[in-house]
């Protein structure tokens, strides 16, 4: 057993660097390993998103992993790259209809449709209305 007094002396022949070079391994394990990571992926696309350009190579670039490895760490969860994409499309889809400050081109572009055309067949399979109905459902009881 250890006294607190031990605990607080310097390690006599520490060496800083590797220290450090192990913290970073170890976050870099927890972080690729963890349950967590597909909530991390979710948060990345959504603020991806409406910055355009978004892509599977992309986001494996901001984890530093490949495409890959990207894509097999998301089978192993029972999940895709599309299914997190659509669930974040989904999401802010509600959020921009909720008010008035984008127009549906607008939002559909922000969301990575190349038209808006497929954006309202993507919104009638999400929500069973169309975008504009759903907007007048939320204000109607806003």
Not at 22 to 44: C, G, V, W
Not at 51 to 67: K, P
Request: glycine residues 4%; contains cysteine; positive net charge.
């Amino acid at each position: 057993m250890y006294r607190m007094t031990d605990l607080d002396r310097p390690v006599r022949y520490a060496n800083e660097s590797l220290a450090k070079q192990h913290d970073q391994i170890t976050e870099s394990f927890i972080k690729n390993m963890s349950p967590a990571f597909e909530d991390e992926l979710y948060r990345q696309i959504l603020n991806e998103l409406p910055n355009g350009e978004l892509s599977v190579d992309r986001l494996a670039s901001r984890l530093n992993m490949s495409s890959r490895k990207l894509q097999g760490k998301l089978q192993q969860q029972n999940t895709s790259y599309q299914q997190l994409l659509d669930k974040a499309r989904k999401e802010l889809a509600s959020k921009y209809l909720s008010s008035t400050a984008y127009s549906i081109t607008e939002i559909s572009f922000l969301l990575g449709f190349a038209n808006t055309a497929g954006f309202c067949r993507v919104f009638k399979r999400w929500f069973e209305c169309s975008p504009t109905d759903y907007r007048l459902r939320i204000a109607a009881h806003g």
